[in-house]
């Protein structure tokens, strides 16, 4: 499996990368129905995802990063070099999104991901990695927990104010 950022041409996405990615979104209307990111989950568009993706990467210290495993992509993780807050005493990149083709579930994409993800990291020099699961997701609390990741606190989003749990993961040499 490789990791590939995702990097604009001449100020926009690629097309044909973008319909990938929205396939891959569209795939995870569970999560989005959850998350309420979009406001119809089960048809989520193109020009949704591509405004989604610009936020993204519109942040200080943004990536979002391509899973490719045999060619196709079967997931994205979206990262941060630093806490959004610049007040935050937070010394950690985060892990903003880790997104897995649901019809690949439960075959260690997701972890293959955040374990790539966590080597970028250390091989930065960075100490540890943070993250945020929503309250209404316990199988992504499951998920995370099961990769090493403890509990630091209770927060809510900075996006839409929603319960969650903040985690937080050593990055050990």
């Not at 100490?127 to 403890?150: C, H, I, M, S």
């Amino acid at each position: 499996m490789i990791l590939q950022p995702l990097v604009p041409v001449d100020g926009a996405l690629p097309g044909p990368v973008l319909t990938e990615i929205a396939a891959l979104y569209a795939t995870n209307h569970a999560f989005f129905e959850l998350s309420g990111d979009f406001p119809a989950p089960d048809r989520i568009t193109v020009e949704q995802v591509a405004a989604s993706l610009a936020d993204e990467l519109a942040q200080d210290g943004a990536e979002v990063l391509l899973a490719r495993s045999a060619g196709r992509l079967v997931g994205l993780a979206t990262t941060l070099a630093h806490h959004p807050d610049p007040a935050a005493e937070d010394p950690d990149p985060w892990i903003g999104l880790l997104l897995i083709d649901a019809t690949a579930h439960r075959e260690g994409y997701g972890r293959a991901v955040a374990a790539l993800v966590e080597d970028r990291f250390r091989a930065a020099g960075r100490t540890g990695v943070r993250l945020a699961v929503l309250d209404n997701n316990p199988k992504a609390l499951a998920f995370w927990q099961a990769q090493g990741y403890e509990v630091m606190r209770k927060a809510k989003d900075r996006a839409l104010g929603r319960e969650c749990t903040v985690l937080r993961k050593p990055l050990l040499p």
